[in-house]
Every structure is written in C-alpha cells, then in structure tokens.
C-alpha cells in the first residue's frame, strides 16, 4: 500500500522568508500524481499545487514550487516571501493512475508565519 | 470558493443514532469522493462514486453507507454513532476518470457524537 510521510509536524517562517516543507512516499507504481493541500483554520481543503510523476519539470504556482525527486521519492514544498495568510496545516497527497482514485495523505505540517 | 457544498456545516448528536451528510459536487463533475479527517487518524479515504456507481471503498465501516443520486448529488449515512465516529467529513469531486483527477473538497461538515 502506499504511503506518504511529512517528518515536520510544525514549522515556522518569518514573515517574507521562505520555507521547505518535506514530504516523502512509498510507492511501487511509476505513474501517479502528487498534491499539496493547504488546511487554514476554516477547516477547507485547498489545492495548492500539483505535479505529475511523469514530468521531469518542477511544477510553480505563484509563490509555490515544489521539488521533486522521483528516484528518491521525496516532493517537497517550497513556499517564497511568506505571508501570514500561509499559515495552516500542509498535507501531501499521493494519488495513483489507473487504480483506485483515492488520495493518500501525510499527517500534516502545521505552519506558522511570524510577523 | 471550491464549488462544492456540504450540508449541514455542524452536526451534534448521541450516540446510537443515524445521521445524513449531504454533498452537491461541482458543476460538470461525475465523481464524488467521501474522506473522514480525525485526529488519530488524520484524512482518510472512505468511499467514492462514479455517475451513480460506487467506484472504491477505503477504510469504511459497515455501519456507513453512501450513495450517488441521478442528479449526481451523495449522502453518507452514519449508524449507530459512537464517539469515536466524531470527526470533519469532507466531500470532493472532480470530473473523474483520468482527464482530470484533481479533486476539489467542500467545507466539510463536522460530526460530533456525545
């Protein structure tokens, strides 16, 4: 079964710096996608970026990049010139192609934006 | 705004009894996806529907069952509640199939069983 890991439980970042957040997963399938979802204290879940396994490039959306590293299975989130509205949980998602179109999430990363 | 809308936003009830969660997915889209977000669990998959037919089941208990309508709108049902039911259930669609699989996610209504 697969599986998506986010070490950071927490993380912080001033305000207008940038930050990283991780995220790994274990998969034996070659093509599937990769999500990052944000959670503000509303409660919704909003996309925020996606990627596709089989494109090499890095996917950018805004202020938004992430990393990925398909030998590695790593995809991380790079957030530049953060602002407050950043704060919230960060969950990772996997999805599979041609299988079950169920989302597989990490448990999360709290963010925090420091004025 | 995700276009896709959950009824009710709050729910309180006791344990034992049956509740109805109610999801319209957004305009356009076939598949519609029930996910439990719980604090030892953390999100999880429960079931999804595809125009009416149940596509994949996750972790879901046999006191849940859902289903899709004809105008494509779905209803989780929850039976003989528990505490540990209590949870946020989200709903989130997409188009289905693989010319699009992002899935959008309402509001999510919050189940809490006393």
Excluded at chain 2, 76 to 83: H, Q, T
């Amino acid at each position: 079964a697969q599986t998506v890991t986010q070490s950071q439980p927490e993380m912080s970042v001033q305000e207008a710096e940038t930050v990283t957040l991780s995220c790994t997963y274990d998969t034996s399938e070659s093509d599937y996608y990769l999500f990052w979802y944000k959670q503000p204290p509303s409660r919704q879940m909003i996309l925020v970026i996606r990627q596709e396994a089989y494109k090499q490039q890095n996917a950018t959306e805004n202020r938004f990049s992430v990393n990925f590293q398909k030998a590695a299975k790593s995809f991380s989130l790079k957030i530049s010139d953060s602002q407050l509205g950043d704060a919230a949980m960060y969950f990772c998602a996997y999805l599979a192609q041609g299988g079950s179109e169920k989302l597989v999430f990490g448990k999360g990363t709290k963010l925090t934006v420091n004025p | 705004d995700s276009g896709v809308t959950q009824t009710p936003k709050h729910l309180i009830t006791a344990t034992g009894q049956r509740v109805t969660l109610r999801c319209s997915p957004r305009s356009g889209d076939l598949s519609v996806y029930w996910y439990q977000q719980s604090l030892d669990q953390g999100l999880q998959f429960l079931i999804q529907y595809y125009n009416g037919e149940e596509r994949a089941k996750g972790n879901i208990l046999e006191r849940f069952s859902a289903q899709q309508f004809p105008d494509l709108h779905s209803e989780l049902n929850l039976s003989s509640l528990e505490l540990g039911d209590s949870a946020l259930y989200f709903c989130a669609s997409s188009v289905g199939g693989w010319s699009s699989y992002e899935q959008y996610f309402g509001p999510g209504t919050r189940l809490t069983v006393t």
